[in-house]
């Protein structure tokens, strides 16, 4: 091919650097299913051929080419396209956490080869057809998706499938054949006079698995256990190492259940709008961790603190430089608070009285006192004071 000059692969082919394992896989709903890892090997990649640079002409990028490739191939084990997904991003994730990969999709540091294959229930596999090179996970989803019809409709109309190449078009949403599927022994496979036979020692490799940082499954179980998070939570946070890592910066010495809620919802959506990782948040894990420890010793409300957020977004400073400047410190003096409740009780009598039949009416007093403090009262202070002046 023109994208490989050298006018042959080199490859590992009967000595793979990893032979057999598994992958635990989490699905959506919270189960997990075991895939097996047939093979890890080496090869050298090829270049990359541009069909879309010219009407007439095929381009060909040979940055990438001869460099080392990491080819991992796995089992049969996956049964629907979204297995497929959760799969591949169970390994990104752990790639990215060796360091041997940034798991960037987009740029070709990682995509995959898909083979799909369908069959009737209680039959053996059926004929497989491999899709080139799906650099994201909406597309490989919608590739399987695409690919098991078109299988499904050729067998329901009496054809059989023919072992094949693809390629998947993302704007049309469909696969198309690229060329007929070569076996092994089609690659003409020999041994190259120029390469040592490659001998890893022991002590090398174990000296390499005592080194080994911490893998998702570990940390999320650590994260459970030592900051008490849901498998969820856990399980959110660490898919991205570094946001695990701004996770663990942010909560030390705080209250870990609540930092997790600022990580996974208000910080998560504003960076997917602003279509930015965690390490461009311009609210640094330090800065965080003083919002959430405002919010902890009652100087500010839940509430306030979204506004804060925001401020400390837009770069108007620290939180506490922001509830000084603002005037955002909670009331909770206790005297200011009892005049505006006994003025509200003293406006509205038959409700005060209502709410000894029905003590959940006390909530519309709460938002009254909530309404005229501008939302700075203390909510547990408030919700006291009520209780004793209207006997609930």
Same mark, same amino acid.
């Given at each position: ?276 990782? %965690?390490?461009?948040? +311009?609210?640094?894990? &330090? /800065?965080?961790?003083?919002?959430? @420890?405002? #919010?902890?010793?009652? =100087? ?44 509200? %009780?003293?406006?509205? +009598?038959?409700?005060? &009285? /209502?709410?000894?039949?029905?003590? @959940?009416? #006390?909530?519309?007093? =709460? ?26």
């Amino acid at each position: 091919y023109p994208d490989l000059p050298q006018g042959y692969q080199i490859s590992q082919y009967q000595h793979p650097i990893v032979g057999e394992g598994e992958v635990i896989v989490e699905r959506d709903d919270g189960s997990t299913f075991t895939v097996r890892i047939e093979r890890l090997h080496l090869e050298q990649d090829a270049g990359k051929s541009l069909h879309d640079q010219d009407p007439n002409f095929t381009y060909v990028d040979l940055n990438r080419a001869g460099t080392a490739l990491m080819e991992i191939v796995s089992k049969p084990d996956m049964r629907s396209a979204e297995e497929a997904a959760a799969y591949v991003k169970k390994l990104r994730t752990i790639l990215i956490y060796l360091g041997s990969c940034d798991g960037d999709m987009e740029k070709g540091n990682l995509r995959a080869d898909v083979n799909v294959s369908v069959r009737r229930p209680g039959e053996d596999f059926g004929t497989r057809c491999e899709i080139k090179n799906v650099n994201s996970f909406r597309f490989m989803q919608q590739a399987i998706e695409y690919e098991a019809r078109r299988q499904i409709e050729i067998l329901e109309d009496g054809g059989k499938i023919d072992q094949e190449t693809r390629l998947f078009d993302p704007g049309k949403g469909e696969t198309r054949s690229m060329r007929s599927k070569e076996e092994a022994h089609d690659y003409r496979y020999f041994p190259d006079p120029d390469l040592l036979p490659l001998e890893l020692d022991p002590a090398w490799i174990k000296r390499i698995e005592a080194e080994l940082p911490e893998l998702p499954d570990t940390k999320k179980a650590r994260f459970q256990s030592q900051y008490g998070l849901s498998a969820y939570d856990a399980g959110v946070l660490i898919s991205e190492q570094a946001r695990a890592d701004y996770y663990e910066a942010a909560a030390k010495g705080r209250d870990a259940k609540l930092v997790a809620n600022w990580v996974t919802n208000d910080l998560a959506a504003k960076l997917t709008a602003g279509g930015l990782e %965690i390490g461009e948040s +311009p609210i640094a894990p &330090a /800065a965080l961790a003083e919002l959430v @420890q405002l #919010i902890e010793e009652g =100087v500010i409300s839940s509430k306030i603190a979204k506004d804060v957020f925001e401020r400390m977004w837009n770069g108007e400073g620290s939180a506490s430089e922001i509830v000084e400047k603002q005037g955002l410190k909670q009331v909770s003096d206790t005297g200011a608070l009892e005049k505006i409740i006994d003025d509200l %009780i003293a406006a509205n +009598p038959g409700q005060a &009285a /209502a709410v000894k039949d029905k003590p @959940q009416a #006390i909530g519309w007093f =709460v938002g009254q006192v909530m309404k005229a403090t501008q939302g700075k009262a203390n909510p547990g202070t408030v919700n006291q004071l009520l209780k004793a002046k209207l006997g609930v």
